[in-house]
């Protein structure tokens, strides 16, 4: 868990940066964000979860051009 608000920071500067990182944005991580985004609305899904996966997906998106 810790990990994991260690990594959201990094993902809000790297989303302002304009610029991709193939290991971010390549499709092995992609789909991992992709599943994670279709799992978050479950509804046994923990709120601090929710947040911090919300935030992981919004960095993400915010990152990497579709």
């Not at 990990?3 to 499709?27: E, M, N, Q």
């Not at 994670?36 to 899904?45: N, V, W, Y």
Request: aromatic share 4%; proline share 8%; charged share 15%.
């Amino acid at each position: 868990m810790q990990l994991k608000i260690a990594i959201l920071p990094l993902l809000g500067v790297t989303s302002c940066l304009g610029v991709s990182d193939a290991a971010f944005c390549g499709p092995d991580f992609t789909g991992a964000i992709e599943r994670l985004a279709i799992e978050l609305p479950d509804p046994m899904t923990p709120e601090g979860v929710g947040r911090a996966g919300t935030a992981v997906v919004l960095g993400h998106d915010a990152g990497c051009a579709k």
